[in-house]
């Protein structure tokens, strides 16, 4: 396989923001991705505050990063509470969404399969 030297490395800048009603979403790898793959979405993820997340599910593992900011998840009925440099596992099949209060929370999240997010 040859690999195209100038798709390797990006800046979070160079991704197009994808805004839904929730939050905005830099998508650098999936099926939006700045490098469109199959089998891995990666990317970065904004909640404005005084937000909550549509709840959703994956079929797959989800881990997540508090990059900043704090708020809370809930994932199945119990709620928790998230702030920076937390990691978060969230297993497949299992419904989960975040909610902000007075500060806006981005996290970094990582999964696989082959999983479009529309909404």
Request: with cysteine; charged share 30%; glycine share 10%.
């Given at each position: 396989m040859k690999i195209k030297?100038?798709?390797?490395?990006?800046?979070?800048?160079?991704?197009?923001?994808?805004?839904?009603?929730?939050?905005?979403?830099?998508?650098?790898?999936?099926?939006?991705?700045?490098?469109?793959?199959?089998?891995?979405?990666?990317?970065?993820?904004?909640?404005?505050?005084?937000?909550?997340?549509?709840?959703?599910?994956?079929?797959?593992?989800?881990?997540?990063?508090?990059?900043?900011?704090?708020?809370k998840i809930k994932i199945?009925?119990?709620?928790?509470?998230?702030?920076?440099?937390?990691?978060?596992?969230?297993?497949?099949?299992?419904?989960?969404?975040?909610?902000?209060?007075?500060?806006?929370?981005?996290?970094?999240f990582i999964f696989g399969?082959?999983?479009?997010?529309?909404?």
């Amino acid at each position: 396989m040859k690999i195209k030297e100038s798709g390797l490395i990006f800046n979070l800048k160079d991704i197009t923001k994808k805004t839904f009603d929730d939050r905005w979403v830099k998508f650098a790898f999936g099926p939006l991705g700045k490098i469109e793959t199959k089998n891995l979405n990666l990317g970065v993820v904004n909640f404005d505050p005084g937000k909550e997340a549509l709840n959703h599910r994956h079929d797959v593992d989800e881990a997540l990063f508090v990059l900043s900011g704090n708020g809370k998840i809930k994932i199945c009925s119990k709620v928790y509470d998230i702030k920076r440099n937390d990691f978060i596992h969230i297993p497949g099949k299992t419904d989960h969404c975040i909610m902000t209060g007075k500060n806006k929370v981005k996290i970094l999240f990582i999964f696989g399969g082959n999983i479009l997010i529309d909404r």
